[in-house]
């Protein structure tokens, strides 16, 4: 199977993505929040350094309810901060 190469915005986002989830963390432990979520400690410093700039729905989904963050409020934060003009993400519609 051949991936798509990640765009510059898919690069941003999962920056922004990382930065989103390592500040949530606060002073839990990078240990304790992955092993709560089912996940490794390295895939998720991966995820919160911006390494997987497309982490799966079901990772993002684990590691949120561990930090009690609803995908509302993380996909609100990460649309906000696209610039004007940008493609809009796939099933959504551009305002006219």
Known sequence: MVRTPLTA?????????GALLR???GDRTMLAVAL???????TLRKIESGRV??????????????????LDAIWSELA????????AEPGERRAS
């Open 36 to 42: 709560d979520a089912g996940l490794s400690p390295e």
């Open 80 to 87: 906000a901060e696209r610039t004007p003009g940008a493609e």
């Open 53 to 70: 700039a497309t982490p799966s729905f079901a990772t993002v989904a684990a590691v949120a309810g561990v930090l009690g963050l609803s």
């Open 9 to 17: 915005d898919d690069i941003d986002r999962g920056r922004r993505l």
């Open 23 to 25: 500040g949530a963390r």
